[in-house]
Structure formats: structure tokens, C-alpha cells
């Protein structure tokens, strides 16, 4: 297994390429975009901190318990207010409690994880902990760490190596006071952007002589995973919850269903009725976006460029057009292609007086932004998010989060949508964690369809849905076990 | 190759069992059911026919060819006229003989066909015939030959031996006339239910050594090729059309959202709004009669057994029941299950008064009809294809087409639904009969998600539709080709 | 009160103008349409009728009474199951009959009668009958007679005067008999297009003297009444009960929103989804009819002349556009004015090959069809209801119902909204029969808003809906009378 | 006249009872919430003002003009910039401005105006004055003003007295400066809520005497102007530009569409899809919440007391029910009856934990928060406008803006909707100003159906929506001006 060992330094090539399937997970980070700004939680969090670094306080919580690094454990109560209310939309993961607690399933588990640091990131800890796991973890963003709760994880117990506004420096530090710790080995990593996985296969290879598995959670982790396996070098079992199919419904179109209204609202409290908007890519994301804009009152036209999707737009009753033919019309426009350079300055010079523009898609890439940074344009940030720019005659566009996400940016992800996510990965650390031998090779794999059916099963009580069960003759012509999995795994 | 000539007699066999994927193409009928009922193109067949056998005629086209059975060779200036409307609606494959004709793709293809004859299939035929190809055809269902259609066809030179009404036994000699000609043998196969396959394979096994290869349409003619290909039997390579992407969008979530509402109506003329309905199964079919129900102001609920299905009929705002709590209180129960005896009598005994019941999913075992011809029951036929069934106190419930297909029995398949199936056909047959050797093995295959995304693309000028194409620059960064394929083959 | 006598015959000019507000009632006609072609009840009459004139047949019910002239008595049983299915979706009358039948509120009265007799006027006149009154009965449509449901009546002792295919002189033969009739006079009369009214002023103008009123269904009896009042000539109170708020909501809005689709699939079976679309008109009409080809997929736009609705037609979604903007590109043109000439002859022009020309609007007069019947112009009729007409080049346009309102000539009014007009119309003349002296004048009055109310609380156990009552606090505090009304008049 | 000075303080007996319609603007106070919180323009006002009073500074423009009393006239161009931003989305007031400047219609008018002064405020009045008048100002409420925008008026020119935090005493001291000024006397007032109106029938009741007309524009200031006017106490014409057609769509269905959403999102961030909602009341605030909700994926109950509105729910596909049947399952409980305690106690008690409860209706009377204020229950802020109200058994329900209007206080109301209301006032100013005697007398007037027409008409270029015009024929044939008015005034 050594030549797993000789793992360069790929982190510039990791990050050319996305995934070509394109879709981003809501929750995660690619790997430069740890130190993306990340707004959503950051009412909560007190401004005036004082300066001290972390790194450099001497930190205890109130058992004497000092293996952690936070910003300050007296917001520990607020933060644990915090984790209650999270605990209260996230049933599914208390119902995992409930179940599989009895029989401990990650019982001797020891996951070290790196993720946004959040209220629903700590019911998804305090789960595992439930199931039997020891968890050490650190922060996959320098700006997203809710303060509060990391300190109420540190006060419970948790070592948890985070807070808002790391440098590039602490982010890796923080990583490192995770793995790199005496009479303790990880067995389980818990993934979001692969930068943990990085870091482990940089300085502590033969760490994962030890490691079960692998969990990612974000698209550009898994591009990274599945380039290490292309090249031979995984040297264990991964799983890509990422595009398991009740995630990517609900990050994708669900949720960017409610949060292009949300997101443009608060930026802008642009009325939407009778507006014409053109969005650009009809994936899931863009299906979400025209449906809720359409609902709105809003006149929706549709660029694709792959035909299937192209006719889908027709059939859902929106003109499908290129770009240029009604740029100049419309007041809106939204990318949500996974593409780069689908708005270009040409494009932003056709526009009218007014016009808004922003991302859904996956990167900062869509839009090009870059393309505005010219002299004779002038920049006004009127609003937190929302820069006017400003051509020679007059013109102003809305350039919203700089062309960045903008449900990331000002909107928030719904906990429904977050314990989905977290469900997902708690299942698939038991799923690798108790495979037997051999059941899962060095190699990534996509959920298996009867646990992504779990994860949908345990969130139906939230609507007070109630499911049908095939008796056992229906079962029979079926061809079906009458526990699932009920579907192909092709099937969306 | 020998080993598949012993081809025993399975058709109970095949029969038994529907794929499990279970959802049926709009425009086929598995083999049984080639005998079932054929409602939509009714209207246009002169009903004064005289009595005499088709068989039993001395027959001759005007340029006096007679290598034809077919019911009245005076009809083919109408069928003309429904063909020339046909092909209005039909743009694609008028495309594809524009564009392919220059080449003769199909120069030397030697095509039998069974399917249903109609305006629409004419259409796919000299399609086919303008790209090379000779053709014989038959009809895959003993109702459904549009005989104005096949008269025009037979004028046109083509030899075709299908009538509307004819006997099982006729049926089987008019397959056997396609393929049971001196000094012409198929090389190609374009099947709908299967029939034709099985007729060569029990009769001419032979035969098999010069066909290139077999298109099927329909579920059940899939289904029949996946136990032969299991049973190590397929002797050439099979191209399941029936599942590409765009042909499942239209046949089930497209056409089944205007279908439900119009077959509903013409045979009850119900008032949508206000009323109370459940939908059972909510795939593609089920989603589409939802959302136009909705639309219709009915408040809808659903059952489900897949939780993943479950959950997306929540967040498109349907409660999720099971069938007894609310079948009381609703005022039309639809199914779309691919499952049998969702309906049972116990549920159909505890509807309310003037409930109406209909099937929109794979066949006619979804309510169990059986169950109610018990004496207690009174059947009164109010119209065609809508029975009360009366209760011994005098409830009514009103079963629409005694539990078959409502699509194909009370509404019509739109001409650009059987376009894009049509058009799958002969791009299927292109591919089969073009690929170079051993790029398809003795096994089913689906439609190259390129030739999916082709099909699509011909149809979108219907809507005035404007793709936009990559540039080099975003196709290297999406790792695509220009061309596509745009998608992995398992995106729906 | 001699100078009401003095009534010229003034039908052509009470057909010159139909009313300023312009929404007609679905289930009337106006007075030269008592001649117009009407097809929903045609299924259930038999075709083979003998070509005797009903008026030189002796005819007898099973108990002797023969005052009565029908096509055939024979066919009552049919009839009376018609009347039977009726009843069950007509509610409202059915409690109506429970509620006031102690009381007989209409004993006494004599109820002249005519309208369209079909199985739901049955309900209403047997309603009538229950709760006192008597009745005689006519036609107001020549071809719109349910035979069946005549017989059904006469059967039952009404005195019905009507059959389906009347001459023009039998229309009036049969009014008469329904008014001059020894030894019996009305005291009141339900009338649907004036055509009744217009008889008694004009041949027993004396007889308005024991007539406490007159309920009217119709637009163009509402109007004759208007211009009859304006003239001093209204001898008797008279109840428009045509514009009641839940009456027009229901034939316009709820009604079209059905219809719209209904029609345009049985007549073209055109596939909605992607189409694009013009509506002309956005009042209630257009409302349904945009509201329900958005909801299939279609692509809508409206054309108005009222800048209000136009405003409501852009926050709805709709792009406003003059006809000549979208003319070329659009599939289906659907008019929804009340105006005249709103397509004419240069727009038809420029439609493309295959539009579909229909009219939900006020009369047969929006589209300019009689521009169409020009010599180079061949008009093909391809179904009933369905005309192609050639343009030299070849292009077609499809025609329905020659111009003709389309939800009336090819799809059904369900029972549901003819309930709404039967109660409203039931509770009008209750109110009238019972007023005290002077709280009518010689006027024309809008049903009371609290009736209006009434009939809408009818209807709602047919939901299941459960209806809040206000508590005393409540009612006290928005200065309302816990029984309603609810709303000031002029509310919508 | 001089009956008309006895005007005792009434403002207790103003404000016991709503008008019976019940429906409020989203732009104006009753008097009693003159003092209400208003959030929406909090965002650009400085925090860090210093405390000495506006009353007590020496204040003076650029221009060496004093008479004004604001907060800051430093934040001038700030505020200039604001009413520049505003002004392109404000068309019609710009439109206005140009057609007619020429003719200044206003020429001669001395406005008094009491009403919320925020940017939309200064393009009114900057309109006002470039048609001709003269204006004086102040707010309608203590919390409202936009200083900046108040500095930018007073730099502009304008006597504008108001600041925000105005006590109650500065209240009535602003308004005194506006019409109790030396040399200058109002000919016309605009008013909204009132207390304008009231100050000077109460000092200076003899400047009725030249003063033209009233401009009101809140349900509370018409009721009080009908009060007055029962009493035989309105000595000039009002005009109640409230209930303008235009005005009450958009205030009501098309501003509450999406402020529903707006406001839930930003106080609770919920996730709409699945979940089940009570909205109490199908007025058009009904109807607006209730649509956008079902578009998201909500399952939406109705409760309602008025049987046609109840109706309507019905075929929009809502059950209607009362609201106890489901205060058990649902999500969240929405007001918007213009009614008091429509949900009480008793109702409180029974929601499930996590149940959201708002106000989108008249007043905060609504839901009984009130009772909520009991020992046993503790209440807990969570986030400005968001209160968390605990049960003893640890139940929580979540309390939006105490009771009060969400779409007022967690949301803002897009200055479209404004340009609408101030184009409203800026005609009805120029109609009364200019009436030719006696067309008004001394009542309350709706505004001219012309007019309304006008204001929709003046905003349509906002959607590039392009208004058909009648030909003369058409004109002719509908009996109507080719300029309108299109509708009779009852029309909705």
C-alpha cells in the first residue's frame, strides 16, 4: 500500500477542474473557498471579541477538560440554546439517537471531522457521540465557526479546534491539533472540501492504515477523491454522500426554490411580480429558481445548453433563448450553470438601467466579475452584499455577493435541508464503518440506495407523512423486498 | 449460435411478470394486450365497412401492386390527408429525412416492423424509407390499425398487412406475411410488444443470422428481451428505446399532466376545483397528475411506498396518506403505481357516493376490478368506457374504463409525444445498423444518451426554442465535447 | 300603467347592443341565438326519431294529463335517471327543497318558465314544485332540449313545451302555449334571453299586471330589461340575477379555467405544454384562461384595453403585448373580450401554419370570421366543430366553433356551476314572490348581496367546508349582523 | 358653516372602531400607531446621533434657509441619493412630472402634508412642487422618518418638520410648525391617518375656509372623514384614495404575495415546502398569502366566515375549515381577517411546539397577545421582531412582531407599491385642486374610475407592457370613450 504514501502536493490541481456534473453542495466549501466569506450564522456571534488569539489562551471548560481551542467558552450556554433549537428541526438524526443507540453501531469509532461549525453540525456530533464515537474536529471555513457553539461542544466535552475568522495559518493548525495527537488514531474521516483528507495524506500517510473510511460531503472533495482513486492512490474506501439523491434534491431544488426569493429579497426587496428574468442553466438549481420565480408573478426566460434540459424548459412553459436575445430586456438575471464565464462583460454592458445580477451555480466563476474591474466603471457598495456598478453613462447594475453564491451569501440554508445532509453522513460512517471485509474496495462509492431511502424515511414524520407498506403479494409481483431499496439506482 | 434457436414457447411466461421498474410507454401494448380495446383514432375510421375478409380480397394498388393485406385500398386519399397532418406535428423526423437523406443512412436496411399502424407511424415509415430502407409492417394490436391510414401506406408502395378488427389468428398472419417472403429477408427489427421477435425467433431462428439488430418500444417487449438476454438466448443486439430519458419525460410526466385532466373530462365531465382527490404513486405519471390537478384547484393527497418519492410529494405540498384515511372523504381516486390491487374492494367499499375511479398507471391490475362482479353489485354502463357501479344501498362509484389505461382509452396520445418516439425509433435503427462491428454485443442497450440529446434537439424548433452552445473555452472547463454528450448516462 | 303596453317590437334593436360590462352567462343565449347550434346535450338523445312534428302528435302521459307537447313520452324513464344523476351534484337546490319545504314559500305562485331544458332545469323546476309553486315551460333555444328530460317532466305533470330541433315558429307556438292558457295565469317569470318577456309585452301585455316579477339569467335579457327600464316601460320589478358575484366567479373565472382546456382537447387534441399563447382579454375569463395554459406549460400573453387589468395581467406573469406583436409566432389565439373585431381578417393573415383560433368571449363576434369566407380561401371541415381554412400558400389555420364560444359548443358547463344559476335563480324568485309591497319598484335589481351569500352557502357542504361564524365580540366589532351580508355590495 | 368648528376631541372615539371593510394600507398609521415601531428604513439611519433635540438646534440649508426642524442637515446628500435610487423605480410620479410640467396644474396649491417621510415621501413632494405647489410637511409617525431624506428635503428647499424618535409632544409641535406659519395658509391637505386633518379642525378650524379638498390615504383617516361626514362635519371634500381599485390590489394581493414569504423568511428562515399553514381569511391579503404559499410547496388550510370568499378558497384548492380542526397539525398561523381575537387562547394553547404564529391582517387585534401575558408562561426574545413564548411543558410557539403587521414590521414594501400610492395622491391633488365648482361637495369621494385607470396606466412602461386601444368601432359597439373610463365603478 506504499505507493499511496508518495502524495504530492496537488492542491492547485485538485482545484482546476471541477466535477462536470457541477452541482455544489449547499453546505460545503471548495477548498479555496475556506476563506470565503460565509454569512448565515453570523447574527448570533458577539462583535466585541477581544483580540487575543486563541491559539495563544490557555483554555479549560468548567471540568478541567482543556483539549480544545475556541474563542471563548463562556458563550457555551447561548451556543447550547443554539444546538437545542437545531435539535428541534433536525428530528431525524434524534430519531438515529433513539434507535441505534441501544446497539452503539460506532461503538470504538474515532472520527475526526472538518466541517462548517454549527449548530446542526453539532447534532450531528452529539449524535455520534450517542452512537458510541469519539470525535475530534476542526472548522472546513475561516469565517463560518459559530463561536457560541463550538464553545458549548468544548464545554461538553468535544475537542473542537475552531473559531470565526482563522487565518490561512490557524485553519491548518486547527486541522493538524485534530489528527496529530498522542495515543489517539482517527478511524473515520468526516469530510467537507477534502481538505482534512489532504492534510493526512501530506503528513501522516500511514495514518490510514487504520482508517475505515472516508465520508466527503462537498462536489469538489469528491472530484479530488475520485482523481486520487483514477490515479491509484485512495488507499481506502470513500463514500460520495454528495450525490445521494435525497441531498441533492433538497440542497439543489428545494431549497434554491425558496432561497432565490430570500436571497434577492434581502438584498435588494426587489418586488418580483411582472418582472422579466432570465436564468441561465435549467439543472435542478435552475428548476428551482424558474418555479418560485414563475409562482411569484415573474416572466421567466431559460438559456441551456443541453437539449434535454432545453426541452424541459419548453414544456414547463419557459421561452428558451439565448442570452443575447433578451439581455437587454429583462431586470433579473440568475446563473446556475456549474459553468464559467456564462455572463460576460459584453453581456453586462447590454444591460439596462437597473438590471440585478447574481449566482446560484457552483462557483464565483459564472459571472465574470473580474471582467467589471475596469477603470472606467465605478463601484458603490450601497448594502452589505450589493455593489452598484456603474457605467460612464449613468447605467448601474446590482452585482449581488460579487457574483459569489448567493444563497450562501444572503440567505440561509434551511436545518431541514442541513439534517438531510447530516443524517446522510452520520448513515454512511455506520454504513463503512460496519461493512464487513471486502464489501467496500479502495475506491468511492455513491450511497447505497436503501440508505438514501433511510434518510428520506426518517424526515417524513416531519410532515406527518405516512407511508404505504407493499404487502407481501404486491412485494412479489413487484420483484421487490418490501424494505427497499424500491428503485433502480439510476433513478432520481 | 445454435444455442438460441431452441426457443421454447414462453409466452405466459414472458406475461407473467412486468419489469419492475414498471412504467409503459403511451404508444404500446404488451402482447396480451395486443387484443385490448383501442379507442383513440376510432373517430376517423369509416364504421360502414363491408363484411368480407381482408384475407379473403383480391388486392391491388393503383400502380398495381398487390403485395399488401389490407382492409379497403379506396381510403387512401384520407389517409394521405391524415398523414400529410401528421407530419405537421411531426418536424423531427421531417428534419431527419433533410438532413440524413443526402447519405442514405439506412441504404440496405431491410426493415419488419409491428406496431401500431397509424397517421404517426406512417410518418416513422417513409421516415425510413427516405433514408433507404425497404419496409413490411404489421400491426401490433388487432384494434388499433387506422385502415385509411394503411391503405395509403399500401398505395404508397409499402407492404403492410394490418387491419382494424382483426381475429388472432389474422394477426399472426399478417405478422408471418412481413417476414415469410420469397427472396427478402429483414436485417432489421423494429418491435412494439414483442411479438414480431417472438414470432422469428419460434418460426425463423434462422433468420436471425442476418439481423443486425432489433428496436423495441414497448415495457413488456423490454422485458421479454432481458429474460432472453439472462437466459443467454438474444442472438443480436437489442436497443431498448422505451427508457431514454426524453421519451420517459414526455410519455409520463408531460403528457400525463394534460392527459389526466382530458380524459377525466370527457368521460365524467367532472369540475376540478374544490374536489377532493387521491393519487396513488408518485413517479413521473404521478407527479404530473398532481401538479394539474393542483393547478385545477382539486386538493390532491398521495400514497407512496418509496420514502424518497414520499418526500418530494411533500415538498410539492401534497400530505402523504395511506389510502384508508382518506379514502372516505375523496371525491376521485387515481392510480399510478406500476403495482396491482392498490385498489381493493375494501377500499372501494368505503368510498363515498359518485367517487370516481380510473387508472392512469401500468396496466389494469392497479384496482382490482375483478373484485367487484359480485352479485350485490349492480353495473350500469352510462356511456363508453365509463360503468356506475352501484352498492346495494344505492352508492354509486363511477370506474372509468373498466381500471385500463385512462390515457389511451378516454384521452389521446398528442402527435408530439409519438414524434419523440418515433423519432427514438429511428435514430435506434440508424445507430444498429451503422455501428461498426462489435461495438454492440448480444445484450439490451439504451439509446447513446448522445442520440437522447439528438432527439431532443430535433424537437425543440417546435417551440422556437434557442440553444446555446459551449464555447472551447467553457467545454475544456467542463471537460465536455461541444457536441455532447452534456450529462452522465444516469441523469434524468 | 297603460303606457308599458305600448311596446313595439323592438328585437332587432335589442340586439344591437349587448351590455357595457360585457360577460355573458354560460348558460344562456341571446335572442338570435335561440337559433344557434348548441351540442352539450347531444350524446344522450337518440338519432332515430320518427319525423312526426310533436305539435300533430296526440299526446299522454301514464296518467291521462296531456298538456303537454314533447317529442316522446316513451323516453321518461331515461329522462328521470338523467334528472336523478343531476340531482346529486346540484346540492343546493336538494337542500333548498329540505330547508323551505315546510314552509312552501313559493305556494301560490305560477311560474312561467324558459330556459334551456336539460336535466338540471328539471331539478330546479321540480325544486319550484316542492316548495309551491306551479309551472309551465318552454324552450329558450331551439336545439337544446333534452327529450329525454322533457319527457321525464311531462311524465311527472309538468306542462313542458319544447323538443330539440324546433322551428322558428315552433319556438314561439311553443311559449305561447306555455302563457295563453285558459283559466290559468303567472304571477312570475324565470326568463333566459328575454325572448319569453318580449312575447307576454308584446301579445298579453294586460297579463303584467298579476306578474309580481321577473327573474332574468341571461346578458341580453338583462340588457333588454336595462333599455326597458330606461324607457319607462318596465311595468314589474325584475331581478338581473346574471351579475351576482358568486354566479359570474363561477361561469367566468371557475368555469373557464376548465373549459378552456376541455375544449381545446377534445376539438384539436393539441398538446399544451410549450405552446405559446395570445389571450385577448383580461377579465375574469382571461383570468381562468391564462391561469390554467400557464399551469399546463404554455407560454401566455395578453392583450387589454383597460390599463387596470392590463397591470393585473403583468403582476400575474403575463407579458403584455399588442395582437400584431406575438401574431406570427404564437400557436393558439384565444379571445376572451366581450368586444368585436378583435381578430380580423389582416391578423389572421400573419398567424402561422396551424394556429388554432378560438372565442371564450361575449358572441360570436370577436373573431371576423365572415373575413374569412373570401374566394381564395378554402375552408375544410376536418371534425365537427373544427374547420381548416387554406390559405393559397398552403397555410391553415384552425378554426373552432366557426368563431363560436367554444366552452358552449365543445365542452360541457359542469352541473356544479349550473347549480350556482338554478339556486340563484330559485332564491330570486322566492324573494320577489315574498317581498312586501314597495320594497321592489319597477327596476332592475342585483340580487341582494346576503342571497348572494346564501347561494354560495349552499353550495359549500359539497366541499366539505366549514364555515366560521363570527362570535358576538366579533361581529360587534366590525359592525356586522352575524348572518351577513358580509361585504359592502359592490365587493367582487 | 360654522357648525362645523365645534369639533370636540373625538381622537379616543376615532379610533374605537375600524371601518367595516377592514382592509389597511401598508403605508400608513392609525393614529394610535403614530407611535407604532416601523422598521423598515431603520438600516440606512445613523446610530450614533447626538442627543440634543432637533427643536433645540439653530438649523440652516446651504442656502442660509431655515425654516425646517430636522435631525441632521450634514446627512443632505446621503439622503439625495436615497431619493435618487428611489426615483427609478417611482416612473409614473416621474412620468407625471414631465406630462404636466408644462401646465402646472398645481400652480397655486399650498400643500399640508402629514405622512411618513422616507425617500418615496421626497419624490412625491418634489413632484408636487415641480407641477406647481408649495409644500410643508411632517411625519404621521414618531419611528418612520429617514433623516437623511428629511435632510435632503430641507437642503432641497422644503419646510419639513420631523425626525425620527419624535416624542409625542415634538409630534404635534411638527405638525403646528407646518400649518401655523406666518403669511401662509394651506389650500390643500394630504393626509394619512388623520391626525393632520384632526390638529386643524381642532386649533384652526377657520382654515377651512380656503382650503379645496382633503387627500386621505389610511383606513383610519377615511373612517374617521366618513365619521365626520355622518356627522354633518366634513366642511370641504375628501377624496379616499385608499380604496382606489389599483391601490388595494396591489397593497393587498400583490404586496402580500411576496411579503408573506419575505417576512417569514427573515424572522424565522423556514422552509416552506411541506408544511402545513392556516391562513384565517380569504379577503385579498388572504388570497395573496395563500397563493404564495401553495406555490412553495405549503399545505394550506382557509378559514373564513363570509360563504363567497369561503367558496372561493374552495375552488382555489384550499380546505376550508375552522380553525380548530387543525390548530393541532400546523406549522405556522396566519392572520389576515381584519377581525379581532381570531385566534385566542385557547387556540394558543392547543398549536403544536415550534408552531409559527403572524399578522398580515388589519391591526394587532388580530391574534389575542394579550393573553399571552399570564405568569405561567415565559417569553423569550430570540431576535429582533421574534419571541419565543414557553409553555410550563417546555412547548414553544414563535411570536412574529407581537402580534403586529409582519409585512410592516420583518419586511419592507417595495417603492413600487408606493409609486403607486403617490402617484394616487399626487392625481387626486390635482383633481380637487382643480375641480370645477360643485362637482365635489362636502363628502368622501373614491377616486374618479378615470383616474384609477390613469395610475395603472402610468406604470405599465415599468414592464414594457404595451395597452391595445380601441378602434372607434369598438368603441362604439361597447358604448365606451376610447380614453375610458373601460368599467363600471364597481368593478374590482
Known sequence: KLHCIQFADQKQEFNKRPSKIGRRSLSRSISQ????SYSSAASYTD???????????????????????????????????????AEQEMPALMALRKRAQGEKPLAGAKVVGCTHITAQTAVLMETLSALGAQCRWAAC????????????????????????????????WCIDRCVNVEGWQPNMILDDGGDLTHWIYKKYPNMFKKIKGIVEESVTGVHRLYQLSKAGKLCVPAMNVNDSVTKQKFD????????????????????????????????????????ALKAMGSIVYVT?????????????????VKLNEVIRQVDIVITCTGNKNVVVRENLDRMKNGCIVCNMGHSN?????????????????????????IWPDG?????????????????????????????????????????????YKQDVYLLPKKMDEYVA????????????????EQAKYLGLNKNGPFKPNYYR
Chains 1, 2, 3, 4 share one sequence.
Open 33 to 36: 473557498s475556506s476563506t470565503d
Open 47 to 85: 462583535s466585541s471579541d477581544d483580540e487575543t488569539s486563541p491559539r495563544d489562551k490557555q483554555q479549560k471548560n468548567s471540568k478541567g477538560n482543556g483539549d480544545f481551542c475556541i474563542k471563548n467558552i463562556k458563550q457555551a450556554d447561548f451556543g447550547r440554546r443554539e444546538i437545542e433549537i
Open 141 to 172: 471555513n475561516i469565517y463560518s465557526t459559530q463561536n457560541e457553539v463550538a464553545a458549548a461542544l468544548a464545554e461538553g466535552g468535544f475537542s473542537v479546534f475552531a473559531w470565526k475568522g482563522e487565518s490561512e495559518d490557524d485553519f491548518w
Open 252 to 291: 439543489n431544488l428545494y431549497c434554491c426554490r425558496e432561497s432565490i426569493l430570500d436571497g434577492l429579497k434581502r438584498t435588494t426587496d426587489v418586488m418580483f411580480g411582472g418582472k422579466q428574468v432570465v436564468v441561465c442553466g435549467y439543472g435542478e438549481v435552475g428548476k428551482g429558481c424558474c418555479a
Open 304 to 320: 441551456e445548453i443541453d437539449p434535454i434540459c432545453a426541452l424541459q424548459a419548453c414544456m414547463d412553459g419557459f421561452r428558451l
Open 365 to 389: 466563476t459564472e459571472i465574470d466579475v473580474a471582467s467589471l474591474r475596469t477603470p472606467e466603471l465605478t463601484w458603490e457598495r450601497v448594502r452589505s452584499q450589493v455593489d452598484h456598478v
Open 395 to 439: 447605467k448601474r447594475i446590482v452585482l449581488l455577493a460579487e457574483g459569489r453564491l448567493l444563497n450562501l451569501s444572503c440567505s440561509t440554508v434551511p436545518t431541514f435541508v442541513l439534517s438531510i445532509t447530516a443524517t446522510t453522513q452520520a448513515l454512511a460512517l455506520i454504513e463503512l464503518y460496519n461493512a464487513p471485509e471486502g464489501r
Open 457 to 472: 424515511s426518517l424526515h417524513l414524520p416531519t410532515f406527518d407523512a405516512h407511508l404505504t407498506e407493499l404487502t407481501d
